[in-house]
């Protein structure tokens, strides 16, 4: 789907500028990205008094009515990097999520919000929404299609390593 | 510059589909930037024993030849979530860097690279380029200078809060 050529066929006088030009775009992304992310934490922090891992554990957890196990939640957190026993013990305290024994494994336990947890989650995504359209209010919505599918394929870019692990 | 007319102009049942359109982008943005975060992550590790904190400090210091401040160090590793103090002390004893004593302030210290590290971060940015070369391999040339210049925006973006800090 690209117009580029493959890797190998890349002329060598051609490839720094393609290969400057990817870096700059790289850290672009990256910038944007830190700027939103430290935007809403700040927010989050000071209209909600919480951090960012935690409105990612109850907004899948919000997703998710029947709940999740500990092992989903941790592969939710993983990208915001909190610690996930510490941010469900301290749901679990202000009355916001309850752990839910799973009947067939002894050992698993899931967890959900509870009511009170889905209306501060409601609330909290509703300004959530808003402090994005507002940060990210530059972008012209004419652009915002193109811009998500240049975005999607770097997300579903799979690395050549993987695909050729068994190279080298 | 925006086509778009200003916040409280907007109308009440446009809003909706505007705003759930950013959120989306911007969960694209997020899911994009840290997926090649990651893999980075993980090839710095692999290939060169490093960390991305620490390639970053690296970074930093390789474009301040004359060295920079502890506090300025502090201001680049913020992104990246690092203990700067602690990154610092494992690149003086690998070698890579040097604390050089500030002449008119004795409290003050910069620090720089050393030759070695000069050449070790030069192997690394060469690969480092090579890999975001290859993950935003998907992202067209053509379609760069758009994407780019949307980010841009993104990360210029000042906060209202900031601009009417008087405000509410």
Known sequence: MT?????????ADTRPATSKARLR??????????????????????????????????????????GLKMSELSGVLRVSNGNV????????????????????DRRATTVRLTQAGREEFARMAERHESWVNELLSDVP?????????????VAKHRSERETHADGE
Chains 1, 2 share one sequence.
């Open 85 to 104: 026993t510490g941010i469900v013990d301290r749901l679990v305290n202000d009355g916001l999520i309850v752990r839910v024994p799973v009947d067939n």
């Open 3 to 11: 117009t580029e050529p493959a890797e190998g066929l890349v002329e």
């Open 141 to 153: 919505l004419a652009e915002i299609a193109s811009v998500a599918a240049a975005l999607d394929r």
């Open 25 to 66: 775009l790289w850290l672009r992304l990256l910038k944007a990205t830190k700027h939103v992310e430290a935007e809403l934490r700040e927010r989050l922090r000071v209209d909600f008094d919480t951090t960012l891992p935690r409105f990612d554990v109850m907004a899948a957890l919000y997703r998710a009515e029947a």
